[in-house]
């Protein structure tokens, strides 16, 4: 499970799928060295779509029961090893190669601020290493959870090793289903929390009034007026007190934002939801860098929402009233933004077989540092 040379050059996959489900993200990294020497290269990524049959089950999890978990789990577990092992032959590297596959799973529930409530991913490792014919690392948020950490954000840690030294001073800003905010200063240990809605509830209000995936470019949100009557009661959200670090999940800023939205009197039209929803976003990110102390520096906004120009510009209203602040696009790190997760997990997965700790209680508010993941072997021969 250690490698005995930390200095010879090992290849890890990440695997990654965001809430959306709408794709799992791949990324062959070539690593050499430990802790903050690491040198990192990103070989090949790719974005693989999930089967639509998949996504559904996907988006009804919280109503499955056990039986239908489990399948689910199982499926997931194959199908993300299907991937890997495609991936890797499109581009010619045998499994046998990787040190091992970094796989996060299908976030399908995560504790509403209480660590002893849980989370849950589902994507079987054992099955992704049976399907791949490599070692898999999984499970990365439940060590922390037993420290008495939140569990999330687990990105942080990659953050840390490529781009502390981007600026005396910045913050990457992944605007995935849920928001958060890592944010690194030199070799200090970095910050990170939630900020808290991001696409999340933007694509459920889109499901739920049309059936499309999501508001393609943020064309309807910029066709919409914010409604200011919703956005006094949405910002009074008691979650945008709670002191940092803070996690959220999908079982507060998910289906029940978009319910508390629907029953909204007067009536919310569709554009102008988003609209609202877009500022709320926006909102909750200055707010949170606001109550932090921030001092100032580059955000680097990444993840599905970095791609919606409604989102953008409402971030760049919101932060240009923190001093010194400027939004700047994340590419400018020397990074491909559309990799930053699935290369955080293979990251992840080799300061595991490092055995090293990859979140901090400045992150998670854990009592202690913590080595997060799971390991299951390659398959017998």
Excluded at 12 to 25: F, I, R, V
Excluded at 48 to 54: G, K, M, S, V
Excluded at 63 to 71: E, S
């Amino acid at each position: 499970m250690y490698l005995a040379d930390p200095a010879a050059p090992r290849l890890l996959l990440g695997l990654s799928s965001g809430t959306s489900a709408d794709a799992l993200d791949l990324a062959l990294v070539r690593v050499v060295g430990q802790g903050g020497s690491r040198t990192i290269a990103v070989l090949h990524g790719a974005e693989r779509p999930i089967p639509a049959e998949l996504r559904v089950r996907i988006h009804g999890a919280g109503a499955l029961r056990a039986a239908g978990l489990a399948a689910l789990h199982f499926e997931l577990g194959r199908c993300f090893g299907q991937l890997a092992r495609e991936f890797l032959e499109q581009y010619g590297v045998a499994s046998s190669a990787i040190a091992a596959a970094g796989s996060h799973g299908q976030t399908v529930f995560h504790h509403d601020g209480a660590p002893q409530a849980g989370t849950l991913q589902l994507g079987d490792a054992a099955v992704i290493a049976a399907e791949l014919h490599a070692p898999v690392v999984a499970d990365f948020r439940w060590s922390d959870l037993a420290a008495g950490g939140q569990g999330a954000p687990v990105s942080p840690f990659a953050d840390w090793i490529r781009h502390r030294h981007a600026a005396p001073r910045l913050a990457i800003l992944n605007l995935g289903g849920i928001g958060n905010l890592t944010l690194l200063e030199g070799d200090a240990d970095p910050r990170a929390w939630d900020t808290g809605p991001a696409n999340a509830p933007l694509d459920g209000l889109v499901r739920r009034r049309t059936g499309a995936a999501c508001d393609v470019d943020g064309l309807m949100a910029l066709a919409g007026r914010v409604r200011k009557d919703l956005l006094t009661v949405l910002v009074a959200e008691p979650w945008f007190a709670r002191p940092l670090p803070r996690s959220a999940g999908l079982e507060r800023f998910g289906g029940p934002l978009v319910d508390r939205i629907e029953a909204f009197r007067p009536a919310v039209g569709l554009e102008d939801g988003l609209a609202t929803l877009v500022e709320l976003a926006a909102w909750a990110v200055a707010a949170s860098l606001r109550g932090s102390g921030w001092q100032g520096g580059s955000v680097h906004p990444c993840g599905g929402g970095a791609r919606n120009p409604a989102l953008v510009a409402a971030l760049q209203r919101h932060l240009q009233d923190l001093p010194g602040t400027q939004v700047r696009p994340y590419a400018e790190l020397g990074a491909d933004p559309d990799l930053r997760e699935a290369v955080a997990f293979a990251l992840l997965a080799d300061a595991f077989l490092m055995g090293e700790a990859s979140s901090w209680p400045s992150t998670t508010g854990a009592a202690r540092p913590c080595r997060l993941g799971r390991w299951v072997p390659a398959p017998l021969p």
